[in-house]
C-alpha cells in the first residue's frame, strides 16, 4: 500500500484521543503493530529488522523525514539489526488519528 508523504496541518484536524473501538479497529489495519504502555503512556510500537547497521540508519533516516514533514516525531530505539518505532500523542494523552497515519507512511518505507 503506498502512502503518499503529504504534510497535514494537524492543527485544522482537530486532534483527540482515540476510542477503544477505533483503536482496535486502526490497529487491525497494520501489519505488525502493537499497543504499548498504559493510559497517557499508550502508543503504537513496531520493530523493523535489518541485516546490518547501515541499513538500520538508512530508515532511520526515512523515518526522520516522514517525522519531519508530518511534524510528528515518533520514539525510536535503535539497535545494530532493527529499530523499534512508537508513536503517540502527547498533547491528547493518548493515541490519535496522526499516529495511524505516521505508521502507514512508516511501513510504506519499506514497501
Known sequence: ??????????SSEGR???TPTELVTQLAKLEGWCLTGDGPTLGIEKTYSFVNYYETMAFVNAVALVAHIQDHHPELSVQYGKCAVRFST??????????????????????
Open 16 to 18: 483527540r484521543s482515540m
Open 1 to 10: 500500500m503506498k502512502v503518499p508523504l503529504k504534510k497535514k496541518d494537524w
Open 90 to 111: 502527547h498533547d491528547v494523552l493518548g493515541i490519535s488519528s496522526a499516529d495511524f497515519d505516521c505508521a502507514a507512511q512508516v511501513d510504506a518505507l519499506l514497501t
